[in-house]
């Protein structure tokens, strides 16, 4: 897969002032070079055709920065759309001077020619910033449009791995492999729970000590969990993560019941706990949009991300309490190591059983499907509060920026599915953009 590459590309004309013009030109290139190591830029504003030509004819972009660094007609921006089908962020630069004299740059007399004919060739898909290089505003939406090019980029290069089916009643979380390729650019494989099982009965013992050892480390209270479970757990997880290495699988929607429970004798719970903070984003209930829902809000945070169901609303204190039977990454247990326990209804463990840790800055996030099959975007900020554990299980309180009773009515009654995904950080304005290059709806609450 080639490198992602983000292209800078100020168009002009040559009658406005060019010395004001050179100084937001060099500016614009500090400014992206403080943000991605893999921008690439002209050696001089690009104020003729040719000069246009030639730059583009020396780079393979991801996301194009289109700049009025002054005036340009429709003819520059169109020269760029023909030859690259890849997102575009426009930028208008702030008049620099406003004295009754010269007008300098005329950006945006520009940008509405751009935005004219981007109208026509990407039905107005697009990203747009106003304003100088050094407001804050503008240096924030320009990151954020880069970090959501970076991870639609790399979508388009990962594996993922639906081990199982969804249980009966299940059926939202299923993915056809032509939808995850087409919509997202994924690669979706799929092979049957008792593949791994099997794999992981045929291991010797001796095998996994490395495994049970790691385990300990990030956890704590196993002692109490019964040897050959914890045995077992290593097992399956030794052949969760032979799999996975071999395939270069980076999502993972698994089943879980009850073939684990019944088949195995040990849960699933702990392994994919383990998978999430070894960077394989990992889902229970074959959740396969679920998965990679986290996988989107792990590669913009670069933190693990909470995989769970909305159980408990407390309006007194605006709280959701979203809550799973056992698991979640170990990382993001709000004491130093995370404890282990049993599964609340099948009485077996190892499963994760801790309450999550608290951060000032959250997103609730779900890519799902409306009635007519359309993909849509579930963005939802708040804060993460310091509690422990809610239920048997993990659980992560979230506290909405919205009220959490309104935001639990509409998306009940807009048919969201059950599952969804809290990342540490605020992430709604990269997801939005994301969205947009992806042309799904956002819904946000």
Same mark, same amino acid.
């Given at each position: 897969m080639k490198q992602f590459q983000v292209a800078y590309?100020?168009?002009?004309?040559?009658?406005?002032?060019?010395?004001?013009?050179?100084?937001e030109f060099d500016k614009s290139i500090s400014m992206i070079k403080g943000l991605t190591d893999n921008g690439v830029f002209p050696?001089?504003?690009?104020?003729?055709?040719?000069?246009?030509?030639?730059?583009?004819?020396?780079?393979?972009?991801?996301?194009?920065?289109?700049?009025?660094?002054?005036?340009?007609?429709s003819a520059?921006?169109?020269?760029?759309?023909?030859?690259?089908?890849?997102?575009?962020?426009?930028?208008?630069?702030?008049?620099?001077?406003?004295?009754?004299?010269?007008?300098?740059?005329?950006?945006?007399?520009?940008?509405?020619?751009?935005?004219?004919?981007?109208?026509?060739?990407?039905?107005a898909n697009f990203e747009y910033v106003f304003g100088s290089p050094d407001e804050e505003d503008v240096t924030s939406?320009?990151?954020?449009?880069?970090e959501a090019a970076r991870v639609k980029h790399v979508m388009r290069g990962i594996k993922v791995a639906a081990i199982g089916h969804t249980p009966q009643g299940f059926g939202f979380g299923r993915a056809l492999d032509i939808e995850m390729a087409?919509?997202?650019?994924?690669?979706?494989?799929?092979?049957?729970?008792?593949?791994?099982i099997e794999k992981a009965k045929a291991y010797e013992t001796d095998v996994t000590d490395e495994l049970l050892e790691q385990y300990g480390k990030v956890a704590c209270n196993h002692d109490v969990i019964d040897e050959k479970n914890m045995v077992d757990f290593a097992r399956l997880l030794k052949a969760y993560k032979d799999f996975v290495d071999a395939n270069n699988i980076k999502v993972i929607a698994s089943r879980c019941w009850p073939d684990f429970f019944v088949s195995y004798g040990t849960p699933v719970c702990g392994v994919l706990s383990l998978l999430n903070d070894w960077g394989v984003s990992a889902s229970c209930e074959a959740d396969t949009y679920g998965a990679l829902s986290m996988y989107i809000a792990s590669q913009f945070t670069h933190k693990a991300s909470f995989f769970g169901?909305?159980?408990?609303?407390?309006?007194e204190e605006n709280t959701i309490t979203y809550w799973h039977c056992g698991m979640a990454a170990?990382?993001?247990?709000?004491?130093?190591?995370?404890?282990?326990?049993?599964?609340?209804?099948?009485?077996?463990?190892?499963?994760?059983?801790?309450?999550?840790?608290? *951060?000032?800055?959250?997103?609730?996030?779900?890519?799902?499907?409306?009635?007519?099959?359309?993909?849509?975007?579930?963005?939802?900020?708040?804060?993460?509060? *310091?509690?422990?554990?809610?239920?048997?299980?993990?659980?992560i309180v979230v506290k909405p920026n919205g009220n959490c009773k309104d935001i639990i009515t509409k998306s009940v009654k807009s048919g969201f599915e059950p599952h969804f995904v809290v990342a540490y950080g605020h992430i709604a304005k990269e997801l939005e953009i994301l969205a947009n290059m992806l042309d799904l709806e956002v819904v946000k609450y």
């Open positions: 590309i100020p168009i002009g004309v040559p009658t406005f002032h060019l010395e004001s013009a050179q100084i050696d001089e504003m690009l104020l003729s055709m040719d000069k246009l030509d030639n730059f583009l004819n020396s780079i393979e972009p991801n996301l194009v920065i289109v700049q009025n660094i002054t005036f340009a007609n520059y921006i169109t020269e760029v759309l023909k030859k690259f089908d890849c997102p575009v962020l426009l930028w208008t630069l702030r008049e620099p001077i406003i004295d009754g004299g010269r007008l300098r740059l005329n950006s945006l007399t520009g940008a509405y020619s751009a935005g004219n004919t981007l109208m026509h060739f990407r039905n939406h320009i990151k954020a449009t880069i087409q919509v997202f650019g994924a690669t979706l494989e799929s092979l049957e729970a008792r593949e791994l169901d909305p159980v408990s609303l407390d309006e170990c990382s993001l247990s709000r004491d130093e190591k995370a404890n282990t326990g049993v599964h609340p209804n099948r009485k077996i463990g190892p499963v994760m059983d801790f309450g999550c840790k608290a *951060d000032e800055q959250a997103t609730v996030f779900r890519i799902g499907k409306d009635a007519d099959g359309k993909f849509r975007f579930f963005i939802m900020e708040g804060s993460i509060l *310091d509690k422990p554990k809610q239920f048997q299980g993990t659980s």
